[in-house]
């Protein structure tokens, strides 16, 4: 489990790097890791979402860390909220929905077609990305029985 975990550290520290250069590379390189993956949550399906779908769907507790993120982009002009009742519902901005299809397009040119040479059919893909829901299920469940000790 510490090997994998090990690779988990450094695949976790190589996609944050490349998020950052990647969004860098579409225009904007002042985001964190977290608000770009926040910022690419909200733009996805354009559809709205409330606080609690993007922690839910981004699996993080912290509800806190994610709106501090939700107010920089924001203040950034990248996303927008609509008060309805008592919640409040985001969406991308025609300016963040820019940045999340240039960020696409240097996605695609600089790591998909890298892929196409990697040996890793996409069923493979779709197995490694199975198998790391399941364990990140089963963190989930350590980290419930860890908080109760």
Same mark, same amino acid.
Do not use: K
């Given at each position: 489990?510490?090997?994998?975990? /090990?690779? $988990?550290?450094? +695949? /976790? !520290?190589g996609f944050s790097r490349w998020m950052n250069k990647c969004m860098a590379a579409a225009g904007q390189p002042d985001l964190s890791s977290l608000e770009i993956l926040v910022l690419h949550n909200i733009n996805h399906r354009e559809k709205h979402k409330k606080l609690s779908d993007i922690t839910f769907l981004l699996n993080m507790e912290d509800s806190h860390v994610v709106n501090y993120a939700i107010k920089k982009l924001q203040k950034a002009g990248l996303i927008a909220g609509e008060k309805r009742g008592k919640e409040m519902f985001y969406s991308t901005t025609k300016i963040g929905f820019e940045y999340c299809e240039r960020y696409r397009e240097v996605r695609e040119q600089c790591l998909l077609d890298s892929l196409k040479h990697m040996d890793r059919s !996409?069923?493979? $893909?779709?197995?490694i990305a199975s198998a790391l829901r399941t364990l990140s299920? $089963? /963190?989930?469940? +350590?980290?419930?029985a860890a908080s109760s000790l």
């Open positions: 489990m510490s090997e994998f975990e /090990y690779g $988990l550290i450094i +695949a /976790y !520290n !996409n069923d493979e $893909l779709s197995d299920g $089963l /963190y989930d469940q +350590a980290s419930r």
